[in-house]
C-alpha cells in the first residue's frame, strides 16, 4: 500500500509541473505561429522574386529550412540512441523517436517539395543527383527505424533494437553520401542544366531564408516537446495501470 | 588471439554442420537466385548490345535478393527451436558468437555466388574469373553478411520478421551495392576504370571495417535481452 | 545554366501546390497529435479517479 501511495504523490507533483510546462508548450505553438506568419509575409510579400525561375522560386525559403531541420533531426535521433545505450533511461528513447518521427515528416515534404520546384526548373520531376539520392536513402532508413519500433514485440525491445538503428544508420550516411556522390559524377544523367536550384541570393532573399529557418526551427522545437510530453503521458498511463494491478494484488492477499 | 578464434569457429562449424544435415539455406537461396536472372532476362529484354550495361546490376540484385534469403534464416534456426538461449548460456562470449555467425554467413554465401558466377557468365557471356570481379564479390559480401548478421538477430525477434529484414537491410546496404555494380561493370565492360575500381574497392572496405567494429558491439546489446 | 522549361510567369501553381501540401501535412500533423494527446490525458484522469476510488472504499482503515 505504502509503494502506491508514494507512486501517487510523484504523480501529482509531476502533473502539477507538467501543466506549469503546459503554458510553456502553449506560448511556443503561440510563437511558432506569429513568427510563420511573419515569414509567409517575408515569403511572398517582401522578399524579391528571383530573376530567371521567377515566383516559384520562393518554395527553396521552405524546403531548404526543412532539409537542415531534418538532418538536424536524424542528429538528435543519434545522440539521443547513443545516450539512451549508455544510460537506459527512457527519456533519451524518448527523445530519439520523437525526433525520428519529425525528420521522416520533415524528409517527406523535402522530398515533395523538392521535385515540385524541380519539375518547372528542370522539366523533369525527379533526378538521381547526390543530394535528392541520399535524402531518399536516409528517409528510407529512418522510416525502417519506425516501422522497426511498431513491430518489436515489447516497448524495451522497440527502444534497444532503435536505438541500434539510430546509431548504425546515422554512421552509414557519409558513406551513403560518398557513394552516391561518386556514382553521379561517373554518370552525368541530369538532362537538362546543372546548376544549383538555389541559384545566386541576394541579400533580402538571405534574410528571407534565415528568418524562415529561425520559424521552422520554433515550430520544430514545439512539435518537438509535444511529441515528447505525448510520450510521457503514454508512459503515465501505463504506471497507473501498474499502480491500479498493485491494488487489486493488495487485496487479494488480505 | 587463440582463445577468441576457437568458439568463433566451433560456432560457424556448427552452422556448416547444420547446413549440411538440413541444406535450408544453400540450395534454396541458388534456386532464387537463378529464378530472378530469369525473370529480370524478360523485364529488361537482355539482348548483346545492352548486357555489358545490364548484367552487372542484375548479378548484384540477384546475389543481393540471395543474401537477404541466406540472412533470415541465420537467425531463425536458433529461433525456432530455442537454441539461441542455449547458445548464450554457453560461455563464449557476444563477441565470438557474432563472428561466428558471420563467418558461416559470410560462407554460405560465397558458396552460393561461386555457383552463380559461371551460370551467369554462360548466360550473359562475359569473364567471370577475373580478380576485380572476384576481389569485389569477397568484399561486398563481407559487406553484406557484417550489417545482415546483426540485423537478422534484430528482425528475428520482431513480428513480421520476412518483412523486416529486408526493410532494415537495403538502405544501409546501398553504399555496398552502388560501389560493387560500378567496380562490377568495369569488370565485365570494355572500359576498364582503374582509378575509379580502385577508389570503389576502398569505399567498400571502409564499409566493412566501420561495421566490423559496430555491429559487434551492437550485436553484444541486442543479445542482452 | 538553368534552362527554363516555363516562363516565371506560369510557374505559379507549382508554387501554390508545394506550399499547400506543405501545410496541408503539418496541419494535419499537428491535430492527429494533438487529438492523440488530448485522449491520453481524458484517460490518465480517468484511471486516476478510479484508483482513487477504488482506494477509499477498500482500505479498512477508513472504516474503522
Not at chain 1, 546548376?195 to 518537438?224: C, Q
Request: charged share 15%.
Amino acid at each position: 500500500m505504502g509503494s502506491v501511495q508514494t507512486d501517487q504523490v510523484t504523480m501529482t507533483s509531476s502533473t502539477a509541473s507538467r501543466s506549469y510546462l503546459g503554458s510553456a508548450k502553449s506560448v511556443l505553438l503561440l510563437a511558432a505561429g506569429a513568427f510563420m506568419l511573419a515569414n509567409m509575409y517575408l515569403i511572398f510579400m517582401w522578399a524579391p522574386t528571383e530573376a530567371v525561375m521567377g515566383h516559384v522560386q520562393r518554395i527553396m525559403y521552405i524546403h531548404v529550412p526543412m532539409a537542415w531541420l531534418a538532418f538536424l533531426a536524424f542528429f538528435i535521433v543519434f545522440v539521443g540512441s547513443i545516450m539512451y545505450l549508455w544510460k537506459r533511461e527512457s527519456r533519451w528513447d524518448m527523445l530519439a523517436s520523437s525526433a525520428a518521427e519529425l525528420g521522416v515528416v520533415f524528409t517527406s515534404l523535402v522530398l515533395i517539395t523538392g521535385p515540385i520546384w524541380g519539375k518547372p526548373i528542370w522539366g523533369i520531376w525527379w533526378t538521381w543527383d547526390a543530394r535528392l539520392t541520399t535524402t531518399l536513402v536516409l528517409w528510407l532508413i529512418y522510416v525502417s527505424y519506425l516501422m522497426l519500433r511498431a513491430y518489436s514485440s515489447n516497448r524495451s525491445q522497440g527502444a534497444l533494437y532503435s536505438a541500434v538503428l539510430g546509431v548504425i544508420g546515422f554512421v552509414d550516411v557519409p558513406i551513403v553520401y560518398f557513394a552516391v556522390n561518386w556514382w553521379r559524377t561517373q554518370h552525368q544523367r541530369l538532362v537538362i542544366g546543372t546548376g544549383s536550384l538555389e541559384g545566386s541570393l541576394n541579400a533580402d532573399m538571405r534574410t528571407t531564408l534565415y528568418f524562415s529557418l529561425l520559424a521552422f526551427t520554433i515550430l520544430f522545437s514545439f512539435l518537438l516537446w509535444q511529441k515528447i510530453s505525448m510520450k510521457r503521458t503514454e508512459e503515465d498511463l501505463r504506471s497507473i495501470r501498474y499502480s491500479k494491478e498493485l491494488t487489486r494484488g493488495a487485496r487479494i492477499e488480505r | 588471439m587463440k582463445e577468441f578464434l576457437r568458439p568463433v569457429f566451433l560456432v560457424t562449424w556448427k552452422d556448416i554442420l547444420l547446413e549440411l544435415r538440413s541444406r535450408e539455406v544453400v540450395i534454396a537461396s541458388m534456386v532464387f537466385a537463378v529464378m530472378v536472372v530469369v525473370i529480370f532476362n524478360f523485364a529488361l529484354n537482355v539482348t548483346p548490345e545492352t548486357v555489358d550495361i545490364l548484367a552487372p546490376g542484375i548479378l548484384w540484385v540477384a546475389f543481393a535478393f540471395a543474401g537477404v534469403l541466406a540472412m533470415s534464416r541465420a537467425f531463425v534456426i536458433e529461433k525456432d527451436q530455442g537454441s539461441l538461449e542455449g547458445l548464450l548460456l554457453c560461455p563464449v562470449s557476444r563477441d565470438s558468437l557474432y563472428f561466428g555467425k558471420m563467418l558461416a554467413l559470410f560462407l554460405f554465401m560465397t558458396v552460393v555466388e561461386a555457383v552463380l558466377l559461371p551460370i551467369f557468365a554462360v548466360l550473359f557471356d562475359f569473364s567471370a574469373f577475373s580478380f576485380t570481379l572476384i576481389g569485389v564479390i569477397l568484399l561486398a559480401t563481407l559487406g553484406f553478411a557484417t550489417v545482415g548478421t546483426l540485423f537478422s538477430s534484430i528482425a528475428v525477434n520482431t513480428r513480421s520478421r520476412e518483412i523486416m529484414l529486408p526493410v532494415l537491410f537495403f538502405p544501409v546496404i546501398t553504399p555496398v551495392i552502388i560501389g560493387a555494380v560500378e567496380t562490377s561493370t568495369g569488370a565485365i565492360g570494355s572500359s576498364v576504370n582503374v582509378i575509379g575500381v580502385g577508389r570503389w574497392l576502398q569505399l567498400i572496405a571502409v564499409f566493412d571495417a566501420v561495421f566490423l567494429v559496430l555491429c559487434p558491439w551492437a550485436f553484444g546489446l541486442v543479445m542482452e535481452e | 545554366m538553368i534552362a527554363l522549361i516555363t516562363t516565371p510567369a506560369n510557374n505559379i501553381p507549382y508554387l501554390f501546390a508545394a506550399y499547400a501540401v506543405t501545410w496541408a501535412i503539418f496541419f494535419g500533423y499537428v491535430f492527429f497529435t494533438s487529438r492523440r494527446q488530448h485522449e491520453l490525458e481524458q484517460e490518465v484522469r480517468l484511471l486516476r479517479d478510479t484508483l482513487e476510488r477504488g482506494r477509499i472504499s477498500e482500505d479498512p482503515d477508513a472504516s474503522n
